[in-house]
T-cell receptor
């Protein structure tokens, strides 16, 4: 069975600085997708960034980028130029590319605080 | 376009009572998913509907949980009778099609507290 591990329950970063959230996963599959979701306080969870396992190039979305290390099964999220609106719970997630298995597997989450 | 909505936002019930949670997916989304996050733990998959059919219910914890999606539109998740360990946040998500290349859009969740 696939698992996702986020070892940092909470992190803090100064506004305008850069922060990296860690995530490792375990799977025996070769084809899958990895995600980072953001859930601001009292708001719904939104997709921040997605990485297809077959792509070697790391995904980037504006200030958000990932470091995908397939052999090490590591998928960290880097947030550059942190802003107050980045304060949220961040979930790392896995999704199989097998059609019959459509569920998302989440880590426990990392709560990110932005210090003004 | 309206997002996924869930009702109620909070529910507090006594152990042994029944609670029904509702999810309205994004219009036109055939795929509807239920997830649950128990305090301090991972968000876990409960089940997946395609239209009105249950595609995968492997995450349903036991037979006290009943999910329905009559007519393939909104879905309900009933817990009867509720137990203390059922407390948590219940999320609903919907997607236009199945498969990881189609984004699952999440609702705000229903926070259930069983006393």
């Amino acid at each position: 069975a696939q698992t996702v591990t986020q070892s940092q329950p909470e992190m803090s970063v100064q506004e305008a600085e850069t922060v990296t959230l860690s995530c490792t996963y375990d799977t025996s599959e070769s084809d899958y997708y990895l995600f980072w979701y953001k859930q601001p306080p009292s708001r719904q969870m939104i997709l921040v960034i997605r990485q297809e396992a077959y792509k070697q190039q790391n995904a980037t979305e504006n200030r958000f980028s990932v470091n995908f290390q397939k052999a090490a099964k590591s998928f960290s999220l880097k947030i550059s130029d942190s802003q107050l609106g980045d304060a949220a719970m961040y979930f790392c997630a896995y999704r199989s590319a097998m059609n019959r298995d459509d569920k998302i597997i989440f880590g426990k989450g990392t709560r990110l605080h932005i210090l003004p | 376009e309206a997002g996924v909505t869930q009702f109620p936002s909070h529910s507090v019930i006594e152990k042994g009572q029944t609670v029904t949670l509702r999810c309205d997916p994004i219009s036109g989304h055939d795929n509807l998913y239920w997830y649950r996050r128990v305090m301090g733990k991972e968000i876990k998959f409960l089940l997946h509907f395609v239209k009105e059919s249950k595609q995968d219910e492997s995450g349903m914890p036991n037979n006290r949980f009943l999910a329905e999606r009559t007519g393939g539109t909104y879905s309900t998740l009933k817990v009867q009778p509720a137990e203390l360990e059922d407390s948590g946040v219940y999320f609903c998500a919907s997607s236009q099609e199945g498969g990881p290349w189609y984004e699952q859009f999440f609702g705000p969740g229903t926070r259930l507290t069983v006393l």
